[in-house]
């Protein structure tokens, strides 16, 4: 593992391990990565193995000494309580709750109806051609960020980032999404501070280490 005992078990085009690789790298955090292939062999995330790190089957999963973390959100706030140097929430309560909403209308309003799982369903269980996906993909690629973009403008409280002029958790859920948006040609273009903060965040060096492309397992054979 690595040297703050933490491994990361995700996939390289996972938006949600996307997120917690932001955050480790953020924090200045060294840890291990191990792999789960979601789509070879049927997808290794509903292997017995992994079920018992994760009964869900889903991706990330962080293993800390004994303890094993699920769900992106709470293992960003979890490394953000345990590792107190280079904060990704703001110290006052109201900034953390606008953080917190910018976070959360991404991984509850945007990136669940788009998951990997959602899609197949929509192919399987109702017949769903790929164009007929790719629309259900837009539109609530569409909903969601209007709302994100709107926060974004509205209060000064967005500066260089999401929230200040430092990245954080809220620019750790923005940009992965972003990359689904884009991998899924959405258009951008109503969108200008979600691809002013987008690039900005792009150009440092924790957020190009945590790029998809850049993962040992990237485009891995499926």
């Known amino acids: ?11 390289w085009r ?14 200045g955090l060294a840890y291990e990565q191990q792999s789960v292939h ?15 790190l994760n009964p869900m089957g889903l991706v990330p999963a962080l293993v800390h000494g004994e303890q094993v973390l ?15 140097a280079k904060p990704l929430l703001p110290a006052n309560a109201s ?5 917190r909403s ?23 269980g109702f017949g769903a051609d790929k164009q ?18 709107t926060w974004l403008q509205r209060g000064g409280a967005s500066g260089d980032f999401c929230h200040g002029d430092q990245p954080g958790l809220a620019d750790c859920f923005l ?13 951008l273009a109503p969108f200008p501070r979600i691809q002013e903060i987008t690039a900005r965040c792009r150009a440092l060096e924790a957020f190009a280490a945590a790029a998809p492309e850049a993962q040992p397992d990237a485009q891995a054979p499926a």
Not at 1 to 11: F, T
Request: charged letters at 20%; aromatic letters at 12%; glycine letters at 6%.
């Open 132 to 149: 007929a996906v790719a629309r259900w993909y837009v539109h609530w690629i569409a909903r969601g960020f209007q709302a994100v973009e």
């Open 70 to 84: 699920v769900e992106s959100l709470a293992i960003c706030e979890y490394l953000d309580e345990v590792f107190s």
């Open 102 to 124: 910018l976070a959360l209308t991404i991984a509850c309003g945007i990136q669940p109806l788009n998951n990997l799982a959602v899609l197949q369903y929509l192919e399987t």
């Open 175 to 187: 940009v992965p999404q972003v990359y689904n948006a884009e991998r899924f040609n959405c258009d």
């Open 38 to 52: 979601l789509v070879r062999n049927g997808g290794e995330q509903h292997s017995e193995a992994y079920r018992k």
């Open 14 to 27: 996972s938006s949600s391990a996307y997120r917690v690789r932001l955050a480790l790298n953020l924090k």
């Open 95 to 99: 900034e953390r709750a606008r953080v």
């Open 1 to 11: 593992m690595g040297e703050a005992g933490l491994k990361l078990y995700g996939y």
